[in-house]
């Protein structure tokens, strides 16, 4: 079923009154239709926002804030099982402090300075191809860091996507803090400086693709990112870079495997990827509402409705229910990379099933990337694609399961209503009569949910963004043409 998406953040109302004052208008003649033309072109007041939303926004903004390194910026991985630091997990950081200022949760001096305390470390921190002592090569950073001293952490890869979440999170902050005062003028300069020593060339170990990381011990990873997931966020920004900008033939090579992905999927027809992840972070940062690269304008669609497709199929494969998990419903759903109970198979009623811990869990016909282990993210994050479809669930998976799945942070990570066995597990706890909860919040699933909460409501990341040079150039080399590129990017 295909539905047309609206401008988020711009909600148009005609009622039968309006058409009334229009007929009344023009029988009072021209001057009166003047009159009402300029009324209705007021902005109208914003769609009543439910306050449980607007509680949860902050709850979730007040995980980044409580739990960073205020010396370094760096953000736990998880939160409160100890950890390391996750670099993606800093960017969305980074993505979160100008919003609690809109919001009123913070000042902005007070985001300028934990925003430079993150870039200040960022841009001094030591690179190098040493195993020990560093936090990055060629202008990277490894997926994991120590929280203290910013290192890399154990044997962590040199990540480009993680890396490209950080770099998203930073030219976020550089637009937004768009004043003369020192201090945003140094965050300028900053970013500045990290975006621009990202050697992206230099990661294209097998041209034009690029890796998805490198380690000192063996060299570059095996696999080449190549679309349809997350790391479209990878190629624009490569394709943006002043100084190792990627050649116009990366993004020939990352959509190369899109026929493969398309395909009709419970209903709706589109570019598919299992976890609802792929279908949200670079939305995250890129406002892709009406413009298109060349492979969607063959297909007729964008990335935004793409991904509102995403979110019908990922409701209807909960309402088949096709592994015949507990609760699944219209308005009980969400899978995506997450926590999980154990790495276990069980027999049951059901038949035989396999749980698993951290997996990047996902929808297709058959099941076999389910294990009944649903996340909030998966539904909260995906807000702006169909808010008519994610408000309801995440108002009912409140209602019923807050008390075991909502504290002081939000939604912890994920929940399973059908693992009910007595078993080791790695992560959360067991709870009677319920089932398994996650006992930590993590940082990239709490960043989305807190951006595209905002998206939805403001669209302030989006608006930001459309401001910043490397992005909308990573857009324009990439093909994509149309709505606001067309215009002045404002």
């Known amino acids: 079923m295909s539905r047309q998406h609206s401008s988020v953040g711009v909600p148009l109302v005609v009622t039968i009154a309006s058409v009334v004052m229009i007929l009344m208008a023009v029988a009072a003649g021209e001057a009166q239709v003047v009159k009402l033309q300029n009324a209705l072109q007021q902005p109208l007041p914003s769609p009543v926002f439910d306050p449980f939303l607007v509680e949860l926004q902050e709850r979730t903004f007040r995980f980044f804030w409580d739990t960073a390194n205020p010396e370094n910026g760096l953000i736990p991985d998880r939160y409160p099982t100890p950890s390391y630091s996750s670099i993606a997990a800093v960017g969305f950081a980074l993505t979160t402090y100008p919003i609690g200022v809109e919001r009123g949760y913070i000042t902005r001096p007070q985001a300028q300075q934990r925003v430079l305390a993150t870039l200040r470390f960022l841009a001094t921190a030591p690179q190098g191809s040493e195993a020990r002592g560093g936090t990055g090569h060629r202008g990277f950073f490894y997926h994991f860091l120590d929280m203290k001293t910013g290192e890399r952490f154990e044997d962590s890869e040199l990540s480009t996507v993680d890396t490209a979440i950080l770099l998203a999170g930073a030219l976020f902050c550089q637009s937004y803090f768009d004043g003369s005062d020192p201090e945003e003028v140094e ?17 294209q170990s097998k041209a034009p693709a690029i890796s998805l990381g490198w380690s000192p011990e063996e060299g570059f990873l095996k696999y080449d990112w190549r679309g349809y997931n997350e790391a479209m966020l990878v190629y624009l920004l490569a394709l943006g870079s002043p100084t190792f900008p990627v050649g116009l033939d990366a993004w020939v090579e990352w959509t190369s495997t899109y026929d493969k992905q398309w395909g009709t999927f419970f209903g709706q ?13 670079t939305h995250v940062w890129t406002d892709l509402r009406d413009i298109r690269d060349p492979y969607m304008k063959r297909r007729g669609l964008d990335y935004f409705e793409n991904s509102r497709r995403a979110v019908y199929a990922q409701q209807a494969y909960a309402v088949a229910n096709p592994r015949r998990c507990r609760d699944y419903s219209a308005t009980i759903w969400g899978i995506t990379a997450s926590d999980g109970p154990a790495d276990v198979e069980i027999e049951d009623a059901s038949g035989r099933r396999r749980f698993r811990t951290y997996a990047a869990r996902g929808i297709d016909h058959t099941g076999k990337h389910d294990d009944c282990t649903l996340a909030p993210t998966a539904v909260v994050a995906s807000m702006p694609f169909a808010p008519e479809l994610v408000i309801p669930a995440t108002l009912e998976m409140h209602r019923r399961f807050g008390q075991h799945i909502y504290s002081k942070y939000g939604f912890l990570d994920a929940f399973n209503r059908t693992f009910t066995f007595d078993v080791p597990l790695r992560h959360g706890r067991r709870v009677p009569d319920f089932g398994w909860v996650a006992g930590d919040y993590l940082g990239i699933d709490q960043g989305a949910i ?25 857009l324009e080399q990439a093909g994509f043409s149309g709505g606001w590129l067309t215009g002045r990017g404002q």
């Not at 965050?187 to 990661?203: E, H, K, T």
């Not at 570019?271 to 609802?276: A, E, R, T, Y």
């Not at 807190?450 to 990573?474: D, Q, T």
């Open 187 to 203: 965050i300028r300069s900053l970013v500045d400086a990290i975006y621009r020593r990202v050697d992206w060339r230099w990661a």
């Open 269 to 281: 027809e589109f570019l598919s990827f299992p976890p609802l992840f792929g279908h949200q972070y």
């Open 450 to 474: 807190l951006a595209m909460i905002e998206n939805y409501r403001s669209a302030l990341v989006w608006r930001v963004m459309r401001k910043n040079p490397y992005l909308r150039r990573g």
